[in-house]
């Protein structure tokens, strides 16, 4: 399976690979309770910033 | 020249700009000639009369029962084409680039998402012993994501820019005078 080549298996493999990261993603966002509303007020410094 | 001399570089004329009823003119114009020759006229003074072989192609050219082929008016057709260049030229020119950027824009992204999704990964292995498995689970899952993008985007690439080459090939090959000849 060249990667450097159009393939279809290649593409479908990579819309699983990406709806997996999402599953991955949301499943723990959502376990570590961030607070978002928190991030959004302080535009992106919420790491520098203890709340 | 004298009235033999006329015809033929008359018919040779016709033939090259592809009159297909070449011989009724020349029957015409070779009466034509008889008349006035036998009217008291010499062979010159005929052929000078009647306007010479240039006049007489023009006329013979712009008469309206002339059949010209369907060749000679895809060639006219051509020449259409060849002048009006400067304005479709750069009207196909443009889209032409523009496609092309498109197919850049998906190469960029390819890599983009591609170095980000690998960033993203090993940094997840630092996360794991830094802070914990959690973490490490979210930052796993971006980092998917982005490779999963990263592939979809360099499929995509290679799809288009195959498809680009190939149609591009396909008009050369088209539109190449080696070929049509």
Redesign the interface.
Known sequence: MNIFKFNKNILVAAVLIFLLGAILMFISFSALGFNVQNILSHLGSWYTTEF | MDKTDFLIDLQKKLKRYGVKNANDYLDYYSEYLDDLIESGLTDMQAIDRVGGVQKVLLEILSDEDVVIPETSKKAMGNLFLALGLPLWGPLVAALYITVLGLIFALLVCALAFGVAGVWVLISSLVVVFQMNV??A??Q??????????G??F??LF??SG?GLFDSSKYLFQKFSPREAR
Do not use: D, R
């Open positions: 959690l973490y689970m979210f796993l899952g971006v980092a998917l994501m982005l490779l999963g993008l592939v979809i360099e499929q290679i799809l195959k």
